[in-house]
T-cell receptor, first 115, second 114 residues
Framework: AQSVAQPEDQVNVAEGNPLTVKCTYS??????LFWYVQYPNRGLQFLLK??????LVKGSYGFEAEFNKSQTSFHLKKPSALVSDSALYFC?????????????FGAGTRLFVKA | DAGVTQSPTHLIKTRGQQVTLRCSPK?????VSWYQQALGQGPQFIFQ???????QRGNFPDRFSGHQFPNYSSELNVNALLLGDSALYLC?????????????FGEGSRLTVL
């Protein structure tokens, strides 16, 4: 069965410092991997995705993520955090072999950036 | 360019009642997926509709049903509501032929079951 683990419920970082939000996954074959962000009382917004190719993926708002096949991880990173980055972040996977859009989400990690 | 729109934004029902939630996909999209997001949890896949048919389904009981219309809009119906059905229900749209694509989410319908 497919699953996504986000081991940290909350990540705290000071503004200007680098941030990392961790994600590991379990899925048969090669998955499609995604990061989404959710602001209070809003739907999810797409940040970035890994489909194939370069293991380092760049996305919106200066975020990037590194795909590591051997560790089955897809950690979200940003070199310099902003207070406005404070939100709930979800890692998600989709099995490329089954087709369709069934996407499995992690439980989420709340990022708090302190000024 | 209109994004994904959902209605109603909030609603309150009592146990045993039935509810219908509505979704209009992003312009140009033909596939609609529904997700349930309980408080403090990630979204859980309910089902996906394309060409007016349910194509994929998650681990939800038959009380959860849906429909897609020729204009690609969709409804989610939940019968015999339980307290545990209280959640934010998210609609997401996509283009079927590009299943590598990201999902575009609406802002959700928050259902409270008393």
């Amino acid at each position: 069965a497919q699953s996504v683990a986000q081991p940290e419920d909350q990540v705290n970082v000071a503004e200007g410092n680098p941030l990392t939000v961790k994600c590991t996954y379990s899925v048969s074959g090669n998955p499609y991997l995604f990061w989404y962000v959710q602001y209070p009382n809003r739907g999810l917004q797409f940040l970035l995705k890994y489909i194939t190719g370069d293991n380092l993926v760049k996305g919106s708002y200066g975020f990037e993520a590194e795909f590591n096949k051997s560790q089955t991880s897809f950690h979200l990173k940003k070199p310099s955090a902003l207070v406005s980055d404070s939100a709930l972040y979800f890692c998600a996977v989709r099995d490329r072999n089954t087709g369709g859009f069934k996407t499995i989400f992690g439980a989420g990690t709340r990022l708090f950036v302190k000024a | 360019d209109a994004g994904v729109t959902q209605s109603p934004t909030h609603l309150i029902k009592t146990r045993g009642q039935q509810v219908t939630l509505r979704c209009s996909p992003k312009s140009g999209h033909d596939t609609v997926s529904w997700y349930q997001q309980a408080l403090g949890q990630g979204p859980q896949f309910i089902f996906q509709y394309y060409e007016e048919e349910e194509r994929q389904r998650g681990n939800f009981p038959d009380r959860f049903s849906g429909h897609q219309f020729p204009n690609y809009s969709s409804e989610l119906n939940v019968n015999a509501l339980l307290l545990g059905d209280s959640a934010l229900y998210l609609c997401a749209s996509s283009l079927y032929r590009t299943n590598t694509g990201e999902l575009f989410f609406g802002e959700g319908s928050r259902l409270t079951v008393l």
